[in-house]
T-cell receptor
Framework: AQKITQTQPGMFVQEKEAVTLDCTYDTSDQSYGLFWYKQPSSGEMIFLIYQGSYDEQNATEGRYSLNFQKARKSANLVISASQLGDSAMYFCAMREDPHSNYQLIWGAGTKLIIKP | NAGVTQTPKFQVLKTGQSMTLQCAQDMNHEYMSWYRQDPGMGLRLIHYSVGAGITDQGEVPNGYNVSRSTTEDFPLRLLSAAPSQTSVYFC??????????FGPGTRLTVT
């Protein structure tokens, strides 16, 4: 079974609109971490945001926030006021504790295109 | 701080050749790892290290070797290149469990 599922292979969003990228995960661990990374066409992996399973508040980093719904096992990324530079692939990833140390399990990604 | 550096950026190999992908970090991170990214897929872990002298296998280790003699360096060796190893390879390092820092990647083609 897939541990990380990103159901949206691609999305088109109008510039300045908010966008939600979906991520659901599957783990039986109580302690785990969830990550979002951005990969622009240049290829580098850019860290966006992190949520620990015991963090009580949803994580926020500037225009990025993570909508963490533990009971539903979802960790959606919300980008407010999208910009043309947000066009990229977005990956959701999970770290399971205590099995993994620091290993990340990755989803297949969502390609986001921002339209002017 | 250079962060995580990888060399080369691009490489073409013939089937059966061997080579080493270099990875270095200057952040004194104990944890380092190698991933491969194939088209249309997320990253998959090849090998990782939790400190100098300690390495372990990830999800897809076959055909690759690693060693970690220093905190800074974590080279990945392809023993006998195969077309199935055509991919983009990323090295990453981490100080804690909350973030991994990635290198720029090496695009490898095996013909």
């Amino acid at each position: 079974a897939q541990k990380i599922t990103q159901t949206q292979p691609g999305m088109f969003v109008q510039e300045k609109e908010a966008v939600t990228l979906d991520c659901t995960y599957d783990t039986s661990d109580q302690s785990y971490g969830l990550f979002w990374y951005k990969q622009p066409s240049s290829g580098e992996m850019i860290f966006l945001i992190y949520q620990g399973s015991y963090d009580e508040q949803n994580a926020t980093e500037g225009r990025y926030s993570l909508n963490f719904q533990k009971a539903r096992k979802s960790a959606n990324l919300v980008i407010s006021a999208s910009q043309l530079g947000d066009s990229a692939m977005y990956f959701c990833a999970m770290r399971e504790d205590p099995h993994s140390n620091y290993q990340l399990i990755w989803g297949a990604g969502t390609k986001l295109i921002i339209k002017p | 701080n250079a962060g995580v550096t990888q060399t080369p950026k691009f490489q073409v190999l013939k089937t059966g050749q061997s080579m080493t992908l270099q990875c270095a970090q200057d952040m004194n991170h104990e944890y380092m790892s190698w991933y491969r990214q194939d088209p249309g897929m997320g990253l998959r872990l090849i090998h990782y290290s939790v400190g100098a002298g300690i390495t372990d296998q990830g999800e897809v280790p076959n055909g690759y070797n690693v060693s970690r003699s220093t905190t800074e360096d974590f080279p990945l060796r392809l023993l006998s290149a195969a077309p199935s190893q055509t991919s983009v390879y990323f090295c990453a390092s981490s100080l804690d469990r909350r973030r991994q820092y990635f290198g720029p990647g090496t695009r490898l083609t095996v013909t």
